[in-house]
């Protein structure tokens, strides 16, 4: 009988394995059992002969409501009153998905501000000048 590598599946810092299997493996991580945040999967392979190899891979948990807020960013320097929107929206589970509150609204970004100008600009000056074309052909 052939040997083959063992896979031992570590989740964070655990001192014991999720999963000892033998190579090749497919299996499913079941994220609902985490808390979210970031964490990280540890795979170690061991082969026939002993030899060791280890696979560090980073990934962050996402379960719970997902929360947009809109009028402040990141490390923003402020001052003053500051409009601010939050909205926190779940997304149901893997048969049903939530309709209500999993769109969040925001304003009008200002380039569409800056289109509508040019665009009326533009309107008036061919507007203008289309008909002075036609005063002289007449």
């Given at each position: 009988?052939?040997?083959?590598?063992?896979?031992?599946?570590?989740?964070?810092?655990?001192?014991?394995?999720?999963a000892?299997?033998?190579?090749?493996?497919?299996?499913?991580?079941?994220?609902?059992?985490?808390?979210?945040?970031?964490?990280?999967?540890?795979?170690?392979s061991?082969?026939?002969?002993?030899?060791?190899?280890?696979?560090?891979?980073?990934?962050?948990?996402?379960?719970?409501?997902?929360?947009?807020?809109?009028?402040?960013?990141?490390?923003?320097?402020?001052?003053?009153?500051?409009?601010?929107?939050?909205?926190?929206?779940?997304?149901?589970d893997?048969?049903?998905?939530?309709?209500?509150?999993?769109?969040?609204?925001?304003?009008?970004?200002?380039?569409?501000?800056?289109?509508?100008?040019?665009?009326?600009?533009w309107?008036?000056?061919?507007?203008?000048?289309?008909?002075?074309?036609?005063?002289?052909?007449?």
């Open positions: 009988m052939e040997e083959r590598s063992k896979i031992y599946i570590f989740i964070d810092q655990e001192n014991q394995p999720v000892e299997l033998v190579a090749p493996v497919n299996f499913e991580l079941d994220t609902t059992k985490l808390v979210d945040g970031k964490h990280t999967l540890k795979i170690i061991k082969d026939p002969t002993g030899k060791e190899g280890i696979r560090l891979v980073p990934f962050e948990v996402r379960n719970g409501p997902a929360i947009s807020i809109e009028g402040i960013k990141e490390n923003a320097v402020v001052d003053g009153v500051i409009p601010i929107m939050v909205n926190a929206y779940g997304k149901g893997q048969k049903n998905f939530m309709i209500v509150g999993s769109e969040t609204p925001q304003s009008i970004p200002f380039w569409i501000f800056v289109l509508l100008i040019v665009f009326a600009a309107a008036v000056y061919y507007h203008f000048t289309s008909s002075s074309v036609q005063l002289f052909t007449n």
